[in-house]
C-alpha cells in the first residue's frame, strides 16, 4: 500500500505540474499580445472574416465604414480626437472578444488534458504486490462480446451439441477465422433469471478473462441477449476430449506412460498459474481428471468453466455446480505457503488425480473401496507400488512411478503440512525430466510439420 501511495502522488504531482507550467506559459502570452493592441486587432480581423467568411480586407473597410464620419474641420485636434476615439472602440471590442475566445480554448485544452489523465488512471488497476512479492500492474480486462447470430453460424445453428447438463448444453463451433469453439449456453428463460443471476455471470465474465494461460481451457467471450433470450460462455474447444475418457473409456484411445507424465505435469503447470501467478489468486475447486482435456497433440489444459465465480442457485436449495468457486482472498498478495482449505482441497484433489493417471482406476466405483484408501498401503513401499500400476501400462518407468508416488503421498498427507503447487511442479519435472516446453501444446504449423516427419519416416522404413 505504501507503494502505491508514492507512485500515485507522484504521478499526481508530475501532472499538476505540468497543467501549472501550461497555464503559466499561457498568461505570459495572453499579457505579451495584449500589449500589441495592433495585432490583436489583425487577428480579431482575421477570426471575423473567417466567421463571416469574407475577406479581410472587406471586413476591415466594413468596420471602417460603421466608424463615426470624419469631417475635415479647421481644428485639426478635433478630427484626430474622432479618429483615435472610433479605432479605441474597434480595438476594445476585438481584443475583448480575442480575450474571451482564447480563455476559452485554454479551459478546454485543460480539461481534455485532464480527462485522457484520468481515463488513463482507471483503465490501468493501481499497483499492487504479486505472489512473488514484485509490484505488478493490472491491465484492464477486455471481453470479448460475440454476436448471438455469429454464434448460430459457427455451431451450425446450434445443432452440433457436444455435451449438456442440467444447467447448460455445450455446442462445438468454428469461427470465420478457424478457430474451434466450445459454446456453454445456459438453459434457463428470462422468468428464471433474476438480477443477482445476471450479477453473478458478469463477474463470472470477468473473473474468466483474467485467466490466460497455455495449460487452461481459455475463455473466448460471451454473449448475451433478451431475445431470444441467451447467455453463453465461449471457450477453446479441446478435439481429444477429457482425459478421465482415456483412462476409463475403452473406445478411447489408450494412453501410454508417457503421454500419461506429460499430461499430469502439464495439468501441475496449470493449478500453479491459477495459485500462485494469478492475481488475486483462484483455487479450482472441482478439479480431477474429468477437468483435463487433452488438444490435438494431447497436451492437457485445465478447464476453468466450474471454476470462479460467485456460487449461484436454480432456486433456494439447489446451487448450480458451474458457479461453484470463488476466488480467495489474497487481495494483496499475501503468501499462500500457508494453504486455506479451498486451496488446500486443490492439492488433495492433485494427489487423486496422480492416482487416477498411474492406476487407471477411478476414484469411487460400486463395490471396491475408494481409490486413496485401496493405494495408501502400497504409497509407503517403493517395492510395491508396481502392484498399483495401471495393467494395461506397458512398460512403465519404475523410477519415475517413485518420484509421482512420493508426490501424491506428499498431496494426500493428513498429517504433515502438503506441498504447494510451485513445489509440486518442481518435483515432477526435476524427476520426471519434462519441461514446460516439451509439455506445452504445439501451434498447429508445428503439429503439421511434426506429423509430415512421421510420415517421411514411416515411408523410409516401409522401402
Request: hydrophobic share 40%.
Amino acid at each position: 500500500m505504501k507503494h502505491r501511495n508514492i507512485i500515485l502522488n507522484g504521478s499526481r504531482r508530475l501532472y499538476l505540474t505540468r497543467i501549472v507550467r501550461t497555464l503559466e506559459k499561457t498568461l505570459t502570452g495572453i499579457m505579451f499580445l495584449a500589449k500589441s493592441r495592433l495585432l490583436w486587432l489583425v487577428i480579431g480581423l482575421f477570426f471575423l472574416a473567417s466567421v463571416l467568411g469574407l475577406p479581410a480586407p472587406v471586413v476591415a473597410a466594413r468596420l471602417l465604414a460603421d466608424a463615426p464620419t470624419i469631417v475635415q474641420d479647421p481644428n485639426e485636434g478635433d478630427v484626430e480626437s474622432s479618429k483615435s476615439s472610433a479605432f479605441n472602440r474597434v480595438g476594445i471590442y476585438v481584443v475583448g472578444f480575442g480575450c474571451a475566445v482564447l480563455l476559452i480554448a485554454t479551459i478546454s485544452v485543460v480539461a481534455v488534458l485532464y480527462l485522457r489523465h484520468k481515463r488513463k488512471m482507471t483503465t490501468v488497476s493501481p499497483w499492487r504486490q504479486g505472489m512473488s512479492g514484485q509490484l505488478q500492474r493490472e491491465p484492464e480486462i477486455i471481453v470479448p462480446l460475440l454476436e448471438r447470430e455469429a454464434l448460430e453460424v459457427a455451431c451450425e445453428d446450434f445443432s452440433n451439441i457436444i455435451g449438456s447438463s442440467p444447467d447448460c448444453v455445450v455446442y462445438k463451433g468454428t469461427l470465420p477465422d478457424g478457430t474451434e469453439i466450445a459454446a456453454t449456453s445456459i438453459q434457463m428463460s428470462a422468468a428464471n433469471w433474476p438480477p443477482h443471476y445476471e450479477l453473478s455471470f458478469r463477474k463470472k465474465v470477468k473473473a474468466l478473462a483474467r485467466m490466460k494461460h497455455p495449460h487452461l481451457v481459455n475463455f473466448i467471450g460471451y454473449c448475451t441477449k433478451d431475445d431470444p433470450w441467451t447467455r453463453i460462455f465461449v471457450f477453446e474447444y479441446a478435439s481429444n476430449g477429457s482425459l478421465y475418457d482415456h483412462l476409463h473409456n475403452k473406445e478411447s484411445e489408450h494412453l501410454g506412460w508417457t503421454a500419461r507424465m506429460r499430461l499430469v505435469v502439464g495439468a501441475a503447470i496449470g493449478l500453479k498459474y491459477m495459485h500462485h501467478e494469478l492475481v488475486p489468486p483462484v483455487h479450482h475447486s472441482n478439479f480431477s481428471a474429468e477437468s483435463v482435456l487433452l488438444t490435438d497433440d494431447y497436451a492437457a489444459k485445465v478447464s476453468t468453466f466450474g471454476v470462479t465465480g460467485v456460487p449461484m442457485m436454480r432456486n433456494d436449495s439447489q446451487k448450480s455446480s458451474w458457479f461453484a468457486g470463488k476466488t480467495s482472498g489474497h487481495e494483496n498478495g499475501a503468501s499462500i505457503d500457508h494453504l486455506d482449505p479451498d486451496f488446500e482441497n486443490d492439492i488433495y484433489s492433485f494427489g487423486v488425480f496422480l492416482l487416477e493417471v498411474i492406476t487407471g482406476r477411478p476414484p469411487e466405483s460400486e463395490g471396491a473401496p475408494p481409490l486413496v484408501e485401496w493405494a495408501r498401503e502400497y504409497l509407503s513401499d517403493p517395492k510395491m507400488m508396481w502392484y498399483m500400476v495401471d495393467p494395461t501400462l506397458k512398460p512403465y518407468n519404475h523410477d519415475e512411478l517413485v518420484a509421482v508416488c512420493k508426490v501424491a503421498s506428499m498431496c494426500l498427507s493428513t498429517e504433515s503440512p502438503r506441498p504447494s503447487l510451485l513445489r509440486i511442479c518442481d518435483m515432477l519435472t526435476d524427476n520426471l525430466k519434462l519441461s514446460p516446453d516439451v509439455v506445452a501444446a504445439k501451434s498447429p504449423a508445428a503439429l503439421w510439420a511434426q506429423l509430415e516427419l512421421h510420415d517421411d519416416s514411416s515411408s523410409e522404413v516401409s522401402t
